[in-house]
C-alpha cells in the first residue's frame, strides 16, 4: 500500500503563545484541517520542521515569523473489506453521520477483530467513501465507545467535518450522556463516598469524580486512577435516576473522554457497573434480577455543532433491549 505526503507551508503570526503545539494549532491555515490532536501525532512523528530543522518537543518556543513545514500523510486507500451489516442511523447529512451503534460490535478494526466492526459497515455504506483524517484504519471516526458498550457515536464524511468535531472533543464542549446501572447506591450522604478522594457534591445531588487515568501497572487491558498530576485528566458527573436493591440506574456526563472513563469512575467510588468483566469486581445482583454478560453502559444522549452548518444538534437513543429488559428486572424487586 503506497502513501503520499503534502505539505503545509505558513509563518508564525505576532504574538505566539509560549509552546510550539498551541502556535500551530493557532496559525495553522483552517484548509489545512488539521485538529490540535491531529497536529501532536505529527510533532512527535517528526513531521514539523520550524526554520528547516525537525522539532519534536511540543513544548518548543517558537518565534514570529518563523517557517514552519508540516508534512502530512494523504490518506490511501484502505484495503478493509466494506462488509453489509445493518446500521441503526440516527441522522445523516453532507457533512457526517450518527448511529447508534449496538453492544459487541467493535467501532474500528484492531489485532484480533479485522472484520465485523463499524468501519467495515461505513464502508458499505458510504461506497468506501469516508474521511481519512482519523488514518486508514479508522477512516472517519471522531470519538469511539467500547465494543460491548451501545449507543450514539458520530463520524465524519469529509476532512474539514472531521476537523471541526475532533476540536470539539478535544475541547471538551461536545455534549455526552450514557446511561448505567451500577451495584449499590450511589449517596451523596454517604461519608464513605464523598470522603473518597477526588469525588466533590455539586448542586442537585451531582456526584462530581475527578482523576488522571493511565494505563494499568500490571493489567494492560485496564485504566488505572491516579492522582498528583498523572495520567490524563478526567471528569466524570453522575446523577441518580432511579433506585432499586442493590444497585441504581444513573446519568454520567463526560467533561472528558477518556478510554474507559466511567467504568474506572465508577469502580473507584465502590460502584462498579453490573455485568463489567474488567472493572466490575465478583459483585453480583439479588437474586431474581438475572445476569448481565456486559458492563450495562448505553451512550444516550451526543450533542455537538455542526462543523459546517454552525447548527446546534442534538440526539438521543433508548435504552437497547438487553439494558431496558436488566431495568424492568430490578424494578420488580424494589
Known sequence: MSSSVTEVSFCIAADPPPRLDKALARDVPEEAALS???LARLIAEGAVRVGGSVVTDP?????????VVIAVPQA???DMVAEDIPLDIVHEDAALIVVNKP???VVHPAPGTPG???VNALLHHFGGDLSGVGGVQRPGIVHR???DTSGLLVVAKSDAAHHGLAEQFSAHTAHRVYRAVCHGVPDVGDPRLVGTRGVSVE???VIKITSGLERHRTDRQKQAVVFGGGGRHA???VRVLERFDGAALIACQLETGRTHQIRAHMAHVGHGLVGDPVYGGRRKLRAGAGAFDRQALHAAELGFVHPVTGESLRFSAPDPTDMALLIARLRTEV
Open 36 to 38: 490540535r490532536s491531529r
Open 59 to 67: 513544548r518548543a518556543k517558537v518565534a514570529e515569523g518563523a517557517e
Open 76 to 78: 490511501v486507500e484502505t
Open 103 to 105: 453492544a459487541g460490535m
Open 116 to 118: 465485523g466492526t463499524l
Open 145 to 147: 465507545i467500547d465494543k
Open 203 to 205: 448542586p442537585g445531588g
Open 235 to 237: 471528569v466524570t458527573r
